[in-house]
């Protein structure tokens, strides 16, 4: 194979590049065949590689760059574009998502009110069945039991749900504590690792 | 063994290389290749990346019936190959404190 060959086939596994960036390849291997002399010809062509291989690796470092250019941060605007081309199918994904979390919310808030309402009752019906079954225990055994026995109940009822809450109140509490501890942990690095970035941009543009 | 040589060393090699006089590709590789052993297709991208940044120019001059593209550093190639200069010294630098012994020990 001699240089015109292997820059031939070089042009041909490039067809798919920019043809701008493909001339200039092409333009910059010739010349270091032409200066190098036909006498190195056969000893470049062996150090080039095959022209498939070669091709390659033009075409893998132009994607490399190519991408690390679309790294780059977003320039505001864009971000502002996106964000109104978004709106018409986030704004209502956003409100549904709000209403959903504030009806949990409402949902959990009553239903402790309720629970904390039932517990109370079942102290108040415990105390009052127990004084009325003391009470009425002379007058007739049956309804002192009966009584007694319901009184006995509802405050067993009242302990439990009692020690539930105690038990459930200080677990919500620890919970939610550490949540808002790990959020604040996480978005202090967030910061932090802004203002690093920023910090170094800051250097290369110097 | 060899050590392998990064992309951010040939960049400033090639910048180095030019900050002196205006070369040619076939003439940019020999130089390079004095000093590093690469092979002569590594340093098409090189030279490209460093012409997009901005820190090389290019202009073509005729010889004996055709083209020669030479390649010519920037204001803001010279300033880079100064950032590159200091930052190889701090690196040798700090390399020798682990690596470098006395003359004898090799």
Known sequence: ?206 | MKFQVGASLLEACVLAALSKEDLYGYLLTQEIQKVVDISESTLYPVLRRLKKQGFLETYDRSYQGRNRRYYKITKAGEDMLCAYREEWCDYVKRIDTLLGGEQDEC
């Open chain 1, 1 to 206: 194979m001699n240089a015109d060959t292997y820059l031939k086939r070089l042009k041909f596994f490039l067809r798919r590049m920019d043809p701008e960036d493909k001339d200039d390849v092409l333009a910059y291997y010739r010349e270091i065949f032409e200066d190098a002399g036909e006498e190195k010809e056969s000893e470049l062509i062996e150090e080039f590689g095959t022209p498939r291989r070669l091709a390659a690796e033009i075409l893998a470092d132009s994607y490399e760059s190519r991408s690390r250019e679309n790294g780059k941060p977003m320039s505001p605007w864009k971000m502002i574009l996106i964000l109104l081309l978004a709106l018409p199918v986030g704004l209502p994904l956003l409100i549904c998502a709000f209403f959903v979390v504030l009806c949990l919310a409402a949902a959990t808030l009553f239903l402790s009110i309720l629970l904390i309402c039932a517990d109370l009752c079942f102290g108040l019906t415990g105390i009052l069945s127990l004084l009325i079954g003391v009470l009425s225990f002379f007058q007739s055994f049956s309804i002192g039991i009966f009584y007694l026995g319901l009184g006995l109940t509802s405050t067993g009822l009242f302990i439990l749900v009692t020690r539930f809450f105690m038990w459930l109140f200080p677990w919500l509490y620890g919970k939610l504590k550490t949540l808002y501890q790990k959020t604040a942990v996480k978005l202090k690095g967030q910061m932090k690792r802004m203002k690093v970035k920023g910090g170094k941009e800051d250097e290369k543009t110097l």
